[in-house]
């Protein structure tokens, strides 16, 4: 190999060992942030509020980790189980330490693609499976499920500030993802991508082997879905270019939000009828986030020490501000 081979290769993993070191101190520093941050956000009928607070001189547990991962499951769960059942998760799967919360809640979707209706079936059942699997690995330090907001036909409900953060609906309209299933597609997109990047950021931080090999699996999930969600919306888009281009926009949305360079990518390639179902850099490698990304993300702010979005008081857990 060439010097200037090793050098390009020495230089990617110290990037990558730059932004782990990151995504560690702020884990190290997240519950220690200021309650006097608090400021303005994208809309504030989605609320705010305070966090808890932790030692800032102190890494994660595994079992904070864990937790804060807890916390995107059982939004990932109600929406899709919601989109596919009509009814959200059973009382026994949302009980636990902090704040319990209800479920602002959505509809089921009138799928009339059998492929699309299938694919939400799926991963329904996989992101309930995920909660529990996550609430036996925690056992008693496992956290309620927060108040969440997935309703539908509500201008002010998260799905559509989030709608028109992207530009997709203007002021006053509402955005419901259960409305068809190209709409479900949109709303399961906003999610999957933050899913995959969330473990992916988290995952180095984790101590315990065991931990790291079930988060290694739920990623590749997550990742799985992702693609899934991005190919149904490009084969659909080639037919509709307004999806793809929806689609993109969404992506556009959560690069602003999560205030970190341009990392976020849409469903299409750079040439026209090209894809980008598998977004990567250019060595080929799929990026992570940090939490304070994915929360500015799933708070829909870029605004410090904000809660409120598709969590209207924030998440549970010691890992809960975004900044």
């Known amino acids: 190999m060439s010097d200037d081979s090793s050098a390009k ?8 060992v730059e932004r782990r070191l990151r995504r560690r101190q702020f884990f190290r520093n997240a519950g220690g942030l200021s309650l006097g941050l608090v400021g303005g956000t994208l809309i504030s009928a989605c609320g705010g509020g305070s966090g808890t607070s932790a030692s800032a001189s102190t890494a994660p547990t595994d079992d904070e980790i864990l937790n804060f991962a807890l916390n995107l499951e059982y939004l990932e769960a109600q929406f899709y189980t919601y989109a596919t059942t009509g009814s959200g998760l059973p009382a026994g799967m949302l009980g636990g330490v902090g704040t319990p919360g209800a479920v602002i809640a959505g509809q089921q979707v009138p799928f009339q693609d059998p492929l699309v209706l299938a694919y939400a079936n799926e991963i329904a059942k996989d992101e309930r499976e995920h909660v529990a699997f996550l609430r036996s690995a925690l056992g008693s330090a496992a956290v309620a499920q927060p108040a969440i907001d997935i309703s539908g036909t509500n201008p002010n409900g998260a799905f559509s500030v989030a709608a028109r953060a992207a530009g997709l609906v203007g002021a006053g309209a509402a955005f419901d993802p259960y409305a068809s299933d190209n709409n479900f597609l949109l709303g399961a997109f906003i999610f ?5 990047t969330a473990y992916k950021g988290a995952a180095p931080l984790l101590s315990s082997k065991t931990f790291l090999d079930a988060a290694a699996g739920i990623l ?9 969600v991005r190919t149904t919306l490009f084969a659909k888009g080639m037919d509709t270019s307004s999806l ?15 205030q970190v360079g341009n990392d976020d990518q ?13 977004p990567l850099d250019s060595n080929g490698i799929a990026f992570g986030r940090s939490a304070t990304e994915v929360l500015n993300i799933v708070y829909l702010t870029s605004t ?12 549970n857990g010691t890992i809960n501000m975004s900044a």
């Open 266 to 278: 849409g469903i299409a390639g750079a040439t026209p009828g090209s894809s980008n179902i598998v």
């Open 244 to 258: 793809i281009a929806a689609a993109n926009a969404i992506s556009a949305a959560r690069d602003s939000l999560d």
């Open 192 to 196: 999957e991508d933050v899913g995959v």
């Open 9 to 16: 290769i020495a230089d990617v993993f110290d990037r990558r």
């Open 220 to 228: 590749a999930a997550e990742a799985y879905h992702a693609g899934l």
């Open 304 to 315: 410090a020490a904000v809660k409120g979005g598709f969590f209207p008081n924030g998440v």
